[in-house]
């Protein structure tokens, strides 16, 4: 109700004012004690961590966990924070943000805009929120792509103790060749690598934090194929099935269409859920996976439940139908 009140003002605005405006208005609410939206328990157990509610929060839209807990108070089952990276980074210049209102979708070039990994753990460390937390990985943009690895390896050891997974994003298509990532000897020296560091932290700690790839949608069936087997092999936890995606099918025409960056909201839907059958069957069940892309109703949480995903995650789709979409999909969802 609200929500629907203020779109058409946020609306009026730039794009990442109107991020900004959102996200800080929402935290003077959730100071007030205003914003509570009260969501039905659903449990789920995935990667041994037991969600209350299946429907989560995708990453980018608290890069640096600066709002836990304002986020937490709608109800999602899990929230993801990041992507975040070793150093602060400015990101692409502006503009950076595009809304395509008629086709419900997004393209955005931000280019992982954080404060660094240290800043964002300072944020965990501040907030009162004590349910689960993803915290995404990744690259700063001037870090040659064959020293990616040394990057995730950082991030990886600084947020280890602070989150409940953490999300190797290597399907962002805004910092140069980090896609390449998701490919040949590159992919396996990364995961081969991460996995292995991450065990050492789970003695060390006494703790066992679950590690979760995030993919493109633009991928072969041949890449799918690749990337399962490696996940098998490196007994990868679970996989975030998908990023925003470079085609530009169903937006053509459309103003900010030719925008170079991801296109993300209702146009992704049906490559990314295809792309999650994909690896459904390829994977047969044994790594958990986490369905994202294009999520603008409880049916198509629902449909991403039915290709596969034991957890589901939203972003474009709360920019456009407003807090109330995190009930509808935990409403929509099959209990599992
Ligand atoms: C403005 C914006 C920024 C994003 N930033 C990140 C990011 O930093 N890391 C990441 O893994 N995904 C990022 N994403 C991708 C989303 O997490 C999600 O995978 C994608 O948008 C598809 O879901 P949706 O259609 O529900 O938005 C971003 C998406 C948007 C729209």
Redesign the pocket.
Known sequence: MLYSLARPLLFSLAPERAHELTLSLLKSAHRMGMMRQSIASKPVTCMGIQFPNPVGL???LD?NGAYIDALAGLGFGFIEI??ITPRPQVGNPHPR?FRLVEAKA?I?R?G?NNDGVDQLVENVKASKFKGILGI?IGKNADTPVENAVDDYLICLEKVYNYASYVTV?IS?PNTKNLRSLQSGDALTELLETLRKRQLELAEEHQHYVPLVL?VAPDLTAEDIEFIAKQLLQFKIDGLIV???TLSREGVENLKYADEAGGL??AP?FEKSTACLAAFSKALDGQIPLIG????LSGEQALAKQNAGANLVQ????LIYTGPTLIKDCVDALKPL
């Open positions: 995708a990453a980018g890069k990041g992507t943000l997004i955005n931000m992982f995404n994003n962002s995030k998908t990023n925003t993300s909201g992704v994202v892309g294009g999520i939203i972003y474009s789709g």
